[in-house]
């Protein structure tokens, strides 16, 4: 199996910053695209920010500038650096990950389990 493991959620102040990071575990031969999304109360689940293995990078418009994705291709890990955090980024972000399992060769696709990120006017 693979499993995502994400830290790094909390509350803070606008204008504030935070930095979100997220350990893939498991069975992996490779990993393709990581990313962050975020769901805020009452909205759609939508795209913040991803990474190829490569390290290209694309961002949402509403956080370019100001957030920044990073992966760690020898650790398994992307991290999430948000500056300048408004009120409308309050949302529960979620890591996600896609590559190939050594076991079978199979593709997964996981998500973890989402962290908190609350910011206060």
């Known amino acids: 199996q693979v499993q995502l493991v994400e830290s790094g959620g909390g509350l803070v102040q606008a204008g504030g910053s935070l930095r979100l990071s997220c350990a893939v575990t498991?069975?992996?031969?490779?990993?393709?695209?990581m990313g962050w999304y975020r769901q805020a109360l009452g909205k759609k689940r939508e795209l913040v920010a991803g990474?190829?293995?490569?390290?290209?990078?694309n961002y949402a418009d509403s956080v370019k500038g100001r957030f920044t994705i990073s992966r760690d291709n020898a650790k398994n890990t992307v991290n999430l650096q948000m500056n300048n955090l408004k009120s409308e980024d309050t949302a529960v972000y979620y890591c996600?990950?896609?590559?190939?399992?050594?076991?079978?060769?199979?593709?997964?696709?996981?998500w973890g389990q989402g962290t908190l990120v609350t910011i206060s006017s």
């Open positions: 498991g069975d992996i031969f490779s990993i393709n695209v």
């Open positions: 996600n990950a896609n590559g190939v399992r050594t076991v079978r060769a199979r593709d997964f696709d996981v």
């Open positions: 990474i190829s293995s490569e390290g290209t990078t």
